[in-house]
Nanobody
Framework: QVQLVESGGGLVQAGGSLRLSCAAS????????MGWYRQAPGKQRELVAA???????MYADSVKGRFTLSRDNAKNMVYLQMNSLKAEDTGVYSC??????????????WGQGTQVTVSS
């Protein structure tokens, strides 16, 4: 089995910064896609940023220029640096990874979620 563990959420004032981390552990051959999603109260979960195989990273329009996704393949980790935070960035942030167990099998995993609250 594979587990994703997130850290780094918290309460921050508008304009501040936070860095989220997500570490994968378990039976891992390689990880292709790594990403972050968020869910605000009363809203559906949305993609924040995602990267596949170290290529270009996709960002939601609302976070472009403020958030940066980075990945460390050797450590099976993904990070989200969030700068210039706004109240509307408040939500539960979850990491997502597509983990390959071999050349022929893979599955998608989610972290437990970490709360980010931005006060205005």
């Amino acid at each position: 089995q594979v587990q994703l563990v997130e850290s780094g959420g918290g309460l921050v004032q508008a304009g501040g910064s936070l860095r989220l981390s997500c570490a994968a552990s378990g039976r891992i051959f390689r990880i292709t896609s790594m990403g972050w999603y968020r869910q605000a109260p009363g809203k559906q979960r949305e993609l924040v940023a995602a990267n596949t195989n170290g290529g270009s990273t996709m960002y939601a329009d609302s976070v472009k220029g403020r958030f940066t996704l980075s990945r460390d393949n050797a450590k099976n980790m993904v990070y989200l640096q969030m700068n210039s935070l706004k109240a509307e960035d408040t939500g539960v942030y979850s990491c997502n990874m597509v983990v390959h167990f071999s050349t022929f099998s893979h599955d998608t995993y989610w972290g437990q979620g970490t709360q980010v609250t931005v006060s205005s």
